[in-house]
């Protein structure tokens, strides 16, 4: 199974489509964190650890949601493209390695669905642990936004860099997004 799934990872549109769903949840997920904070902040939450544990209920959402989601949409695609081959083939595949790597493949790009949105999250959260003892909150709500405004840049760099644009150009265009978000929520939250 695991050489399966090691061989899956190698197929271009196994992983094009893991790296859209990775980087569009993510995307979502570090969104949903910067607004978070700053409305932690803005509403006087004062233990860092009350906002970590409001920003995991959100990883936990937004992770089932990416998984779930892809899961349930990736199946109604495999089984369109397995009919679509069977139709072909005038055969049926059930239990061949055409439908085992079907199945591996929605996993794939479950699981990468789902990691995006908690990496987009936990990651910006880190600083509230020190908040109080290291970080005031001022302080910790500053580093989160950072830190997930770097996600947002690193993502869009990325893309950028696969797709020959600007590397740092699409990171900053996607790191925006963090800016625009914690704007508005300082500008309409307060």
């Known amino acids: 199974m695991f050489g399966r799934l090691v061989s899956l990872l190698r197929e271009d549109s196994v992983r094009a489509i893991s790296r859209r769903y990775f980087v569009s949840n993510g995307f979502d997920g570090a969104l949903t964190c910067i607004g978070l904070v700053i409305g932690a902040f803005l ?56 439908e085992r790597d079907k199945v591996a493949a929605r996993s794939i790009n479950a699981a990468a669905s789902g990691l995006g949105p908690l990496v987009g999250i936990v990651v910006p959260l880190v600083p509230f642990f020190a908040a109080g003892t290291v970080l005031s909150m001022r302080m910790a709500t500053l580093v989160s936004v950072s830190l997930g405004t770097g996600i947002l840049f690193t993502f869009g760099a990325y893309m950028g860099s696969i797709s020959d644009q600007r590397w740092y150009v699409a990171g900053l265009r996607m790191a925006l997004a963090g800016v625009a978000v914690a704007v508005v929520n300082l500008l309409f939250g307060g």
């Open 43 to 98: 509403t006087g939450v004062t233990d860092g650890v009350t906002v970590v544990k409001i920003g995991l209920g959100a990883a936990v959402g937004l992770t089932t949601s990416g998984v779930w989601s892809v899961w349930e949409i990736e199946r109604a695609e495999k089984l369109a493209e397995l009919g679509r081959i069977e139709d072909a083939m005038l055969a049926d595949l059930s239990g061949t390695a055409v």
